[in-house]
């Protein structure tokens, strides 16, 4: 009887150990479940109508973990409409059935730091996969031909391309493009058009969203982790690191090298000429062009050489080493983006063939969208004319009913703000002018606008 109470006793502490690490570890919690079966949306050059694609889940499809590992699985497709890529892109994301491990303790990497490859290196909270700074392609191919020119060449190396500076013209609204079938940011999720100055023009017949909304006035949430099992934050953050000084932009300690032509690395190594600065070459083209600044690391609100620190945020009370996806005072991309050239950890997640059994299921119910100061919706433009825009501060986990009302109370048109995606918007071609309130829902929340219809 002992022996049985005692086994009893073990089982029921396991169950309330892992109940109580899937409540307090952001590694499990923080995952934007697919709890309403949405789908992937994208755009084609052309046509602002966005296509319905029925078979690609979006957001993650499944969270389960053990002691030691979590489990996600999902397509790679956000809920927010995707493309157009007005460079060329032929190719168009797709259900990549990702499944990651993801480990519950992240460790430092105490020996040689591990570069960031070409290809995933992170995931968001959505699923979505992170690229680091490269587009794959540095200045010479291996036969000596210019990998900008007709002979292409993935190059050998030396002087190695900016996919954000080079491939701006061929990222969507949400700062995405794909590779093959596999969507991904190499930079911040926040869209092209809520930057301070707005550097591509893509949002203005091709309405899209991100992941969040930049606010400088609170903590940015947690968007995703590395490969090395660490979290990843939006732009802003406490100043110092035990949590005071309030909320500032945590800034990139790498900055452009003072150099007209490519002859040296910043630490002085003789290499393979490369082009010189030039306005076909822009400083800022290649990666080898920044140099990292130590005494900048030296400042609570700058960054290590990782693109991180150790430091108290909204989900580590206690703190942890934490990247930021860094971007420059008019809230525009800043190099190295979000993690890299290295990582500061070991790089531990994998991609599995299947989620295993045995593990503890964990479904999201509430969440990032619970947060007081993300519920606050932006409706604009006031007075509206032929669209009107409900902008939120963060993608929420769960969908939000949005109404448009009359003076009378009638509800005049319906959409809905998807789990996962912070915009949608009401065409106002056939409604008259007038006062009308915009009405947000969900199952604990309700917050009403009023806007002015006027043409």
Same mark, same amino acid.
């Given at each position: 009887?002992?022996?049985q109470?005692?086994?009893?006793?073990?089982?029921?502490?396991?169950?309330?150990?892992a109940?109580?690490?899937?409540?307090?570890?952001?590694?499990?919690?923080?995952?934007?479940?697919?709890?309403?079966?949405?789908?992937?949306?994208?755009?084609?050059?052309?046509?602002?109508?966005?296509?319905?694609?029925?078979?690609?889940?979006?957001?993650?499809?499944?969270?389960?973990?053990?002691?030691?590992?979590?489990?996600?699985?999902?397509?790679?497709?956000?809920?927010?409409?995707?493309?157009?890529?007005?460079?060329?892109?032929p190719?168009?994301?797709?259900?990549?059935?990702?499944?990651?491990?993801?480990?519950?303790?992240?460790?430092?990497?105490?020996?040689?730091?591990?570069?960031?490859? /070409?290809?995933?290196?992170?995931?968001?909270?959505?699923?979505?996969?992170?690229?680091?700074y490269?587009d794959?392609?540095?200045?010479?191919?291996?036969?000596?031909?210019?990998? /900008?020119?007709?002979?292409?060449?993935?190059?050998?190396?030396?002087?190695?391309?900016?996919?954000?500076?080079?491939?701006?013209?061929?990222?969507d609204?949400?700062?995405?493009?794909?590779?093959?079938?596999?969507?991904?940011?190499?930079?911040?999720?926040?869209?092209?058009?809520?930057?301070?100055?707005?550097?591509?023009?893509?949002?203005?017949?091709y309405?899209?969203?991100?992941?969040?909304?930049i606010?400088?006035?609170?903590?940015?949430?947690?968007?995703?982790?590395?490969?090395d099992?660490?979290?990843?934050?939006?732009?802003?953050?406490?100043?110092?690191?035990? /949590?005071?000084?309030g909320?500032?932009?945590?800034?990139?300690?790498?900055?452009?090298?003072?150099?007209?032509?490519?002859?040296?690395?910043?630490?002085?190594?003789?290499?393979?000429?490369?082009?010189?600065?030039?306005?076909s070459?822009?400083?800022?083209?290649?990666?080898?062009?920044?140099?990292?600044?130590?005494?900048?690391?030296?400042?609570?609100?700058?960054?290590?050489?990782?693109?991180?620190?150790?430091?108290?945020?909204?989900?580590?009370?206690?703190?942890?080493?934490?990247?930021?996806?860094?971007?420059?005072a008019?809230?525009?991309?800043y190099?190295?983006?979000?993690?890299?050239?290295?990582?500061?950890?070991?790089?531990?997640?994998?991609?599995?063939?299947?989620?295993?059994?045995?593990?503890?299921?964990?479904?999201?119910?509430?969440?990032?969208?619970?947060?007081?100061?993300?519920?606050?919706?932006?409706v604009?433009?006031?007075?509206a004319?032929?669209?009107?825009?409900?902008?939120?501060?963060?993608? /929420?986990?769960?969908?939000?009913k949005?109404?448009?009302?009359?003076?009378?109370?009638?509800?005049?048109?319906?959409?809905?703000?998807?789990?996962?995606?912070?915009?949608?918007?009401?065409?106002l071609?056939?409604?008259?002018d007038?006062?009308?309130?915009?009405?947000?829902?969900d199952?604990s929340?309700?917050?009403t606008?009023?806007?002015?219809?006027?043409?």
């Open positions: 009887m002992k022996k109470l005692l086994q009893f006793t073990s089982a029921m502490a396991l169950l309330f150990s109940s109580l690490e899937a409540q307090t570890n952001p590694a499990i919690s923080s995952w934007i479940q697919n709890t309403t079966g949405i789908t992937g949306r994208h755009y084609v050059s052309g046509n602002s109508i966005p296509i319905v694609d029925a078979s690609y889940p979006a957001n993650v499809q499944a969270v389960a973990y053990n002691t030691t590992n979590v489990y996600i699985s999902c397509s790679g497709i956000p809920s927010y409409v995707i493309g157009p890529y007005l460079d060329g892109n190719n168009q994301g797709g259900n990549n059935n990702n499944k990651y491990k993801i480990p519950l303790t992240p460790v430092q990497n105490t020996g040689t730091p591990t570069p960031t490859t /070409g290809g995933t290196i992170g995931i968001f909270i959505n699923g979505v996969s992170l690229f680091d490269r794959g392609v540095s200045y010479k191919s291996s036969t000596g031909a210019n990998a /900008g020119g007709p002979l292409g060449g993935m190059g050998d190396g030396v002087w190695n391309r900016d996919a954000v500076v080079y491939e701006k013209n061929g990222f609204c949400a700062k995405g493009h794909p590779a093959g079938t596999n969507y991904h940011h190499h930079q911040n999720p926040s869209a092209f058009n809520l930057d301070l100055a707005v550097i591509s023009g893509v949002c203005n017949l309405l899209a969203d991100g992941l969040y909304v606010d400088s006035t609170v903590h940015s949430p947690l968007i995703g982790f590395a490969y099992g660490f979290p990843i934050y939006g732009a802003y953050g406490y100043k110092n690191a035990d /949590g005071s000084g909320i500032t932009r945590m800034k990139s300690s790498y900055s452009l090298r003072s150099i007209t032509v490519r002859t040296h690395y910043a630490d002085g190594t003789n290499v393979t000429d490369g082009p010189a600065v030039s306005s070459f822009p400083l800022g083209m290649y990666r080898e062009d920044y140099q990292y600044n130590p005494t900048s690391a030296a400042t609570p609100d700058y960054l290590d050489e990782h693109n991180g620190r150790f430091c108290v945020t909204p989900e580590y009370p206690a703190g942890t080493y934490c990247y930021f996806a860094t971007v420059d008019n809230w525009n991309s190099y190295p983006y979000v993690v890299g050239p290295a990582f500061y950890g070991t790089k531990v997640v994998t991609t599995v063939p299947s989620i295993p059994g045995g593990l503890t299921t964990y479904t999201s119910t509430a969440g990032i969208d619970d947060i007081d100061q993300h519920l606050q919706l932006s604009y433009p006031n007075p004319s032929d669209v009107l825009l409900v902008q939120s501060k963060l993608a /929420g986990k769960t969908n939000r949005v109404e448009l009302i009359d003076e009378l109370g009638k509800v005049v048109q319906v959409q809905t703000l998807f789990q996962g995606s912070t915009m949608c918007y009401f065409d071609q056939t409604v008259y007038g006062i009308y309130f915009v009405r947000i829902s199952e929340s309700t917050q606008t009023k806007i002015i219809v006027s043409k």
